[in-house]
């Protein structure tokens, strides 16, 4: 029951515990030390109430602010220096168990009750504790502790004579501390009177009602105020014996799973001895079984003592972690049921509503807390080998346990004369290494991201070949698949490395292109049944690398204006290419040239194209620009800078013009990246 009583701050048992509205409580002093201040506006220093207990803060407990100076403070388990920044402020603090803040209003931590439950209870556990106590050994003698003489009020240490000269002396650092006789050992001063529960808001006046609807008690003139006029109020002691019937009972609950518990480390800890037993049984069993068979059997018998060995030290582990875990959860019940017992036995029908509602509600969490299965043990003494003696003399050297199931599917294996790679694609092949055990519901496909990164699923499915698209060009990827089935999913195989090419080819790409488009050459030439502009993309999109590509002009009348370059899939298909801010193109009459984003046209460049000529366009997506190029020459300044995402090959012209792509290309040497 001690951790009941403890302050979550301190640790040290409560003092003037102040009751949060969280239902937790900690000391009045603990209270003070997380106490911050906060920058919603604090009433100034002559408007506070006088008395507050925030006048005699010192500001050396208080919690640290944020180094943004953003005024706001958080709870820290020791001592910090506050530097408020300027402003008026008010005051809150943290539970330090479950963080909930409590904004304090201008009575500062008077406005909030004292637990006097708790406190009682307390001091007659302290009363008790000291009557059965020892005298104070001293704590740093290193043989035979002797009785203690002093006590470090500030390192909380008990010494005796020799060791407090040794190890704490009268001077530098330790000069301030306190030294004082320890506690004599015997029964406290036993408890005073208690004063009655008076209201918080009307000090003179006794709580007689208790209104459901606040959770709170009140008094008679609470009632005349009108506050609760609208509230269900009931007569105090009618509440408190009602409270003490629902915490009574649920108490019973948790009483019999408590003793179900203490039932079920009796029978854990029995196992723990048939296991010890069986097992030693079983070992010998073994040992007689291999002894009796001929020498090919010795080379096993190591094996399969390891087996056994390493079953039952599986088993007595599971078992000493479940005593562990349900000899915790039972030492926590059992303090929360002592303490709960003593709160029974309390008569002050205030204070036990106080923390009624928070008790009923722990009890009932821990009745929750042992759950059906939670108090039976997760392995049996027995051990589920078997062993066939009765094989023949050839099967010996593959004598092993028999399994307890089906397993999860073995690693595939995959056919790498099947796996291949091309252009940014790349297809995987597998198959299963013989007849599973059980049937596989599927296999799981995972590749890197080309820099050796973290793996990703591609593929999830029963087919045993797969071709991913959308790569990155000039990348290794490192493949791998594993299979699964209803027990659970296998290891995965060997890696595969695949490599994508290391230029792109493609060709125009006849789904996303507009209808007046015309292709031709297995989509390799394209022109245009329109007099106005018409967009057409390429097959290929590129996120990174360097590359290059041509489109040559093989007719070319009444001189137009075709734009080539980049876009986004999506840009308008019905305008010149780089109209709209989904593309960035170069477009070119037979004597000057433009580049143009977003409808701007910039950078005019003498010089144009004819029929024979070939555009080249260069996409560095490592410096993220764009250049063009005619005849192999670049035509102008780099044409755009800061290019980043997916990019396809674009070009727009209309019924005047003809073009063939040519991909495949490497960055021409005279051509610079």
């Known amino acids: ?116 439950l708790l406190e009682a209870i307390v001091g007659r556990y302290q009363r008790t504790r000291a009557a059965t106590a020892s005298p104070p050994k001293c704590q740093l003698c290193a043989r035979g502790p002797a009785d203690a003489t002093l006590v470090c009020e500030q390192c909380d240490v008990f010494y005796c004579d020799p060791c407090r000269q040794r190890c704490h002396p009268s001077r530098g650092p330790l000069a301030k501390h306190r030294l004082v006789p320890p506690p004599a050992p015997g029964p406290g001063p036993g408890p005073g009177a208690r004063k009655p529960a008076t209201c918080a808001e009307h000090d003179a006046e006794s709580l007689s009602a208790f209104c459901c609807s606040c959770r709170a008690p009140v008094c008679a003139r609470c009632l005349e ?122 008569n002050d029908p205030s204070g036990f509503l106080q923390i009624s509602d928070a008790l009923i509600k722990r009890v009932v969490s821990s009745q929750d807390q042992w759950v059906k299965g939670a108090l039976e043990p997760k392995v049996g003494p027995d051990f589920d080998l078997t062993l066939n003696t009765d094989s023949l003399l050839q099967t010996i050297l593959l004598l092993d346990f028999l399994d307890s199931g089906p397993p999860v599917p073995p690693a595939p294996l995959l056919q790498l004369e099947k796996c291949c790679s091309g252009n940014n694609s790349a297809t995987l092949a597998w198959r299963v290494a013989g007849p599973p055990a059980h049937p596989i519901e599927g296999y799981i496909l995972e590749l890197d991201d080309g820099n050796g990164g973290q793996y990703r699923e591609v593929y999830v499915g029963k087919e045993t070949v797969c071709t991913v698209d959308g790569l990155h060009f000039n990348s290794s990827y490192n493949a791998r698949v594993k299979a699964y089935n209803a027990i659970g999913v296998g290891p995965y195989s060997k890696t595969a490395v695949l490599k994508t090419s290391d230029v792109a080819r493609f060709t125009f790409d006849p789904t996303s292109a507009h209808r007046d488009i015309v292709l031709t050459n297995e989509n390799q030439t394209v022109s245009c049944n329109s007099y106005d502009d018409r967009v057409v993309l390429g097959t290929a999109a590129f996120s990174k690398g360097v590359h290059y590509w041509e489109v040559c002009v093989e007719r070319y009348d009444n001189h137009p204006d075709p734009a080539f370059g980049v876009a986004r899939i999506n840009t308008v298909k019905d305008m010149m290419l780089g109209k709209d801010d989904k593309a960035w193109a170069m477009y070119v009459d037979n004597n000057r040239s433009w580049f143009m984003h977003n409808n701007s046209h910039t950078n005019r460049a003498e010089g144009g194209i004819a029929k024979g000529s070939a555009v080249g366009v260069l996409l560095d997506l490592t410096k993220h620009t764009l250049t063009f190029y005619i005849n192999k020459v670049q035509h102008g300044p780099t044409a755009f800078e800061n290019l980043d995402g997916v990019f396809m090959p674009a070009v727009s012209l209309n019924r005047n013009v003809q073009v063939t792509l040519v991909t495949g290309l490497e960055v021409p040497k005279n051509i610079k990246p």
């Not at 006029?229 to 408590?258: E, F, I």
């Not at 018998?301 to 599971?318: F, G, I, P």
């Open 1 to 116: 029951m001690e951790e009941e009583l403890k302050c979550p701050v301190c640790g040290a048992l409560l003092r003037d515990p102040l009751l949060l509205p969280c239902s937790h409580s900690v000391c009045l002093a603990c209270a003070r030390n997380i106490t911050v201040q906060t920058p919603d506006g604090e009433p100034p220093a002559h408007a506070r109430a006088p008395g507050s207990d925030y006048d005699s803060l010192d500001p050396d407990k208080m919690s640290v602010y944020s180094e943004t100076d953003s005024g706001y403070g958080s709870y820290t388990p020791c001592q910090l220096r506050v530097f408020p920044p300027p402003g008026s402020r008010h005051c809150s603090l943290t539970c330090p168990l479950c963080h909930r803040s409590v904004s304090l209003d201008e009575r500062g931590l008077r406005g909030l009750p004292r637990n006097r």
């Open 225 to 346: 105020d009108g506050r609760h006029a609208q509230h269900d109020v009931r007569p105090l002691p009618a509440m408190w014996k009602q409270h003490k019937v629902q915490l009574s009972q649920a108490l019973n609950g948790v009483s019999d799973k408590a003793k179900d518990a203490k039932e079920f480390l009796v029978q854990l800890k029995n196992m723990l001895q048939q296991i010890q037993e069986n097992g030693v049984e079983f070992e010998a069993c073994l040992v007689a079984q291999c002894d009796s068979l001929i020498e090919a059997l010795t080379r096993q018998k190591a094996k399969l003592m390891t087996k056994v060995t390493k079953e039952k030290e599986h088993k007595l582990k599971v078992v000493r972690d479940q005593i562990t875990h349900c000899t915790v959860k039972l030492r926590q019940t059992t303090g929360m049921m002592e303490y709960c017992l003593e709160v029974l036995k309390e």
